[in-house]
Nanobody
Framework: VQLVESGGAEVEPGETLRLSCSAS????????MAWSRRNPEKGFEYIAQINGRGGFIHYAEFARDRFIISRDNAKNMLYLQMNNLKPEDTGLYTC?????????WGQGTQVTVSS
């Protein structure tokens, strides 16, 4: 299993970023995928998850209005669209695969929001 995140950057408040997660080593469409983030102040925060076919999506409360999780099973890609970014969104963003309650995480991509 390999998960490689990309798309992180340093941006100003109010800007938009789209993160990508490239998956390999498993049948991507068979697994629920998720995004999370980590920063020194808040620690680990779950963001959102999407099931294999994309028919079920769940967001953390803080992400519901500004973030959009999606996937392209033909390309083995997971995405996170982040709108109207705020300084508190700063963190290391990682994608994960869920398998019977066990999550496998990637290395992450850094997002920094500051003016």
């Amino acid at each position: 299993v390999q998960l490689v995140e990309s798309g992180g950057a340093e941006v100003e408040p109010g800007e938009t970023l789209r993160l990508s997660c490239s998956a390999s080593g498993f049948t991507f469409e068979d697994y629920t995928m998720a995004w999370s983030r980590r920063n020194p102040e808040k620690g680990f925060e779950y963001i959102a998850q999407i099931n294999g076919r994309g028919g079920f999506i769940h967001y953390a409360e803080f992400a519901r209005d500004r973030f959009i999780i999606s996937r392209d099973n033909a390309k083995n890609m997971l995405y996170l669209q982040m709108n109207n970014l705020k300084p508190e969104d700063t963190g290391l963003y990682t994608c994960a695969r869920e398998d019977q309650g066990v999550w496998v995480w990637g290395q992450g991509t850094q997002v920094t929001v500051s003016s």
